[in-house]
Structure formats: C-alpha cells, structure tokens
C-alpha cells in the first residue's frame, strides 16, 4: 500500500484542528500548516498545530500549498510534504480552500484523500458563540463563508464526515477512512451484539 495523506477542508469551526489535534495524539504523522496568522487565547490550542511566521519569513519558504485566507498566508512545505510521503505510512494536513486541495493533487494525486468536516449553521453559531466570538465576528465568518463557497466544498472532495455531534463519533468515522479499524471474528462479534 502506498503512502497516504488525508487532508482535512472546512468552514470554520467544522472541527479540521479538533480532528488533527486528537490524531496527532494518536501519533499519526501531521504536516504542519504554516501561516501568518496569530491566534489569539480564543483559539490557543491551533498554536500547537499551526506554526506562525512573520511575512518576510513565510515569503522565504519552499511552498506546495500557498494560499490566502482572510489576510493570511496559509501553506504546507515542500520539504514536510515530501518528508511525509516519502516516510510516513498515513499523514493528514489541513486545507483552508479547494485551491490547496487541487495543489496537493498536483503532487501527490492517487495517494492523496480528500475529507470534508460538515457542520450545519447552528452548530456553526453555536461552536464561535462558545468560542467568545462577538456578533460582528461570526457576521463576517458566515459573510466570508458565503462568499468562498465553503459550505459547498464538499462537492470536491473524496469523503464527507458531518461533524454535527461529538468530537468522538467524527473521529470514528474518519478513523474508518483511513483504514484504522479492525474487523473482529464473527463469534467475537456475536458475543458484543447479545
């Protein structure tokens, strides 16, 4: 079996940190996303996936993936990518538009798979209120949403996983995607569902 990366696309708060958090813990490799943004203690815990640089710095590096998302660079190195592929039996990376997927599959192509975090807008508006976003704030992340198409990015993709419940069951079922689950015996079986 080839080497695999699995990038993850979403709108904001679908949960793609959320899932590269919990299986990065799992010790599955994670290509680091570089960006020029800064978090502030709203979203501290994207500090320990993100990695931020000044934007004389980011404009110094070797880029596969390089876009902008709301006046931020957002990239993944060519050196982490091939280090990723080349080394690692399954990575994940996270994407900020279609524009990065289509990137990747430039490189990369049959042994890249695409997963689309799908959220409803009342989970969305809840996620951001819970995260201490003011009104104007989430006006502007669904005003900008609308106007990328973010919602309808699941068209491009290879899979969707609606993350509208717990963190746990959209983690199992990306898990299943990748292949990282294991059949049991079928009298194994019978004896869980009795």
């Not at 203690?41 to 998302?69: H, L, Q, S, W």
């Not at 994940?92 to 695409?114: E, P, R, T």
Request: charge should be negative.
């Amino acid at each position: 079996m080839a080497n695999k990366i699995y990038a993850f696309l979403g709108p904001h708060t679908s949960g793609k940190s959320t899932m590269a958090t919990q299986l990065l813990s799992m010790g599955i490799n994670y290509i680091p996303t570089v960006t020029t943004r800064v978090f502030d203690d709203r979203y501290a815990y994207k500090r320990k996936i993100y990695k931020t640089v000044k934007a004389d710095e980011y404009n110094k590096e070797k880029f596969i993936v390089n876009n902008t998302y709301q006046a931020n660079s957002y990239g993944l190195r060519k050196s982490d990518v091939l280090d990723a592929y080349q080394n690692h039996k399954i990575s994940i990376a996270i994407m900020h538009d279609v524009a990065g997927i289509k990137q990747l599959q430039k490189f990369i192509n049959q042994d890249l798979i695409s997963i689309f975090l799908m959220i409803d807008d009342e989970i969305f508006v809840d996620r951001m209120l819970r995260a201490g976003c003011s009104n104007d704030e989430i006006r502007y992340y669904v005003e900008t949403a609308d106007e990328t198409g973010e919602f309808e990015h699941w068209r491009d993709v290879d899979f969707v996983v609606k993350n509208t419940s717990t963190a746990r069951v959209a983690l199992e079922q990306i898990l299943a995607i990748m292949g990282l689950v294991t059949l049991v015996p079928q009298a194994d079986f019978d004896n869980l569902v009795k």
